[in-house]
């Protein structure tokens, strides 16, 4: 009988575990989406706020446009003041910084950090984390008290930040509460924090990100996003062109 | 006219305060030129020999491919076109490094700072173990895969001593992330600012850290024999590289604008261009350094214009000794008219006493210059000066190019002429009767 029973609950595990396999794709596409404005243009403002140990905090606000159908994107420094006027802008795979001051455009890289804080600019863009990464272990866990699936992923391509990364998945509804990112030896480097969503037109979308850096302990960063638009942007928003305009 | 030259000659004499004052003048302003134009003629050899043992090679070549998106990759996956290339090309090679680099933060307890890190064959590169002093700790821990040398001050920085385990942040030739564990196996002496910013570890880590397989690399150094073989070497191995049909770059692209170095030249054209496989590029210590050229016109051009800004102070004062001169010998240069020296004469004389004048002052000028270089060249500033850069084993050298030496004496000569053939003329415009009657 024992045996029965024992052998019951290892079927009804693996059947369970087969399941969220089977899941997986399904929940990463449906995070993927969240983060795809395909279709649609995206605005909004991000707000960081950087602490570091034994200096101020430092406040960072860019303003952010995507087209992602294009993958295009057009980011607008407006604090700290000194950059003010400084901006990025991402034609297919080429990013550019633009620099007011010299106003010469230099090649920069989606890899790049956000005005020295621990966001970086591919945090800001559309992801596809089917087409990076593939799923190599998954479990079952909790965040605080929230039961959460734990994915490890390992990036397919090199083209990516960090080689590997952990998704802690909200279970009832599909919502990355925290992501853990990897270097390419193994070492934990950064742990990202989503406390807060929002719903624009139907579709979840994180409000606010800590990210704290795992290696320069008390190293972290805030991003708060305000103004969320998803109404269509003038085709001039994504030129060079446009970067130099806002400086006049 | 040997007479009217031994007239000048000796009218020399005749007031020794007023001409030992002149011809001070004269190689003081000689002097400041001279040490200056002896400076800049070692400032570039200096720099770019100094430049040579920190980067370890007179001549260099790096492999770049194309990776996914187009992006750039440096690394060097097969070595074996470019050693025989350097073979056959018949350059007095000392010896040749291959290393890999990159730049990222060093990270340990709480302080962090950003450096190089080269990635050396240390059992290989014994060179580095000669120039190379440490301060603390020893070679022999290199063996160790994650050891490290600091300089003293980056170690200072972070607060870590021998055997410390520091964390480095960095990213992989593809841009990725990536934190390595370092142990630090050596302290070394500071050599200079820039020494200062250099770390070495193996190769084989960095390699790793980088993303490369253990038997590849990023930049072969090829260190001469001297700085002067550099270009007809690297011509060399640039046409036997051309001939064994591996992908080169184009040598000597030039900015139009002048904005750029000739390295940054070639690699902003490198950028625009697309190829399969590893593309090469050769390039020199000179290349890299083009613009030191830039700092010694500029320091010949200062020694220019301080040489005419202290002439024209030092003419108005011949002009001024000159006319009184020419006055307190009115009546002998009357008497020399009534004898039957003729105008040319006598301008001629007042004309050598000046050139005698300029010569004396401006050999005098070189003489000191000279004293005062081989003074300053015996001084050992150590190999921890901030100005290791450009001096020669810890001392500041010096190259007077012999024609710039003649130059200077000659512009001396002709400015002392201009400044005398004023009361020149006057002495030979006087007719030998009104010279007789003048009254001092």
């Known amino acids: 009988m024992k045996r029965l029973i024992a052998a019951t609950i290892l079927a009804i595990a693996a059947a369970g575990s087969a399941a969220f396999a089977q899941d997986l794709p399904k929940i990463l596409s449906t995070l993927d989406a969240q983060s795809d404005f395909t279709g649609k243009d995206f605005a909004a403002v991000y707000t960081i706020v950087s602490q570091k140990p034994g200096e101020k905090d430092t406040v960072s606000q860019v303003r952010m446009f995507r087209r992602d159908a294009k993958k295009q994107f057009a980011m607008l420094v407006v604090l700290p003041e000194v950059n003010k006027g400084q901006g990025y802008l991402r034609e297919d795979d080429n990013v550019w910084f633009y620099d007011p001051t010299s106003r010469k455009f230099s090649f920069s890289s989606i890899k790049e950090n ?39 992923l390992k990036a397919r391509t ?34 990202m924090l989503f406390p807060k969503y929002v719903e624009l037109e139907g579709r979840l979308m994180p409000s606010q990100i800590l990210i704290i850096d795992e290696l320069n302990l008390g190293e972290r960063s805030q991003l708060t996003l305000t103004e969320q638009s998803l109404a269509i942007l003038p085709d001039k928003v994504f030129t060079k062109a446009f970067l130099e305009q806002v400086n006049k | ?162 055997g410390d385990t520091i964390l480095v942040q960095m990213q992989t030739v593809n841009g990725q992330n990536n934190v390595g564990e370092f142990t630090l196996a050596g302290i070394s002496f500071d050599a200079g600012i820039f020494g200062q910013m250099m770390s070495y570890a193996n190769l084989s880590y960095v390699n790793e850290l980088l993303g490369l397989a253990p038997d590849e690399y990023q930049t072969m150094g090829i260190m001469l024999d001297g700085l002067k073989n550099t270009e007809v070497s690297a011509s060399e191995i640039y046409a036997r590289l051309n001939e064994s049909g591996v992908q080169l770059f184009e ?42 050229k830039q700092i010694v016109a500029a320091l010949d051009t200062t020694a220019a214009i301080i040489l005419v800004v202290l002439f024209v102070i030092i003419m108005v004062g011949i002009t001024n000794t000159f006319s009184m001169v020419m006055f307190e010998r009115i009546g002998e240069i009357g008497t020399m008219r009534a004898l039957g020296v003729q105008r040319g004469g006598v301008r001629s004389m007042f004309l050598y006493e000046a050139v005698f004048l300029a010569l004396g002052g401006a050999i005098a000028g070189i003489i000191l210059a000279l004293i005062v ?68």
């Open chain 1, 114 to 152: 956000i005005q020295n804080s621990e966001a970086k600019n591919s945090d800001l863009t559309r992801k596809s984390i089917l087409d990076d990464y593939e799923v190599v272990g998954s479990k079952e866990g909790t965040v605080g008290k929230i039961a959460v699936w734990i994915i490890d």
């Open chain 2, 373 to 440: 270089m081989l003074g300053i060249s015996m001084i050992n500033f150590g190999m921890d000066s901030p100005a290791f850069l450009i001096m020669k084993n810890g001392h500041m050298s010096f190259y007077l190019p012999p024609l710039k030496a003649v130059g200077n004496v000659i512009i001396i000569a002709l400015l002392t002429l201009v400044a005398v053939s004023s009361p020149a003329g006057k002495a030979a415009k006087l007719t030998p009767a009104e010279a007789l009657r003048t009254q001092k």
């Open chain 2, 251 to 292: 040598r000597g692209v030039k900015d139009e604008t002048g904005a750029e170095t000739p390295f940054q030249a070639l690699l902003r054209k490198q950028n625009k261009e697309s190829w399969e496989g590893v593309k090469y590029r050769l390039f020199t210590i000179n290349e890299m350094l083009s613009q030191i």
């Open chain 2, 1 to 162: 006219m040997n007479t009217i030259a031994n007239i000048a000659f000796r009218n020399l004499s005749r007031q020794k305060k007023r001409t030992i004052l002149l011809g001070s003048a004269i190689a003081f302003g000689v002097m400041i030129v001279t040490l200056i134009n002896g400076f800049a003629g070692a400032f570039s050899s200096n720099v770019s020999e100094n430049f040579s043992n920190l980067m370890a090679g007179h001549i260099f070549i790096s492999g770049t491919e194309k990776g996914p998106n187009d992006k750039d990759m440096s690394v060097i996956r097969n070595d074996s076109s470019l050693t025989a290339a350097v073979e056959a090309s018949g350059a007095p090679t000392k010896y040749i490094t291959r290393r890999s680099a990159f730049s990222g933060t060093l990270i340990f307890e709480g302080k962090k700072i950003r450096t190089n890190v080269d990635g050396a064959q240390l059992d290989k590169e014994t060179f580095l173990r000669e120039r190379l002093l440490l301060k603390d700790g020893s070679w022999d821990a290199m063996a160790d895969e994650t050891a490290l040398i600091l300089s003293e001050k980056i170690a200072a920085k972070l607060n870590a001593d021998v």
């Open chain 1, 158 to 191: 090199n083209e990516v930040s960090y080689d590997r990364s952990v998704l802690y998945i909200r279970k009832d509804k599909t919502m990355l509460l925290k992501q853990e990112d990897y270097s390419v030896s193994g070492r934990l480097m950064r742990t």
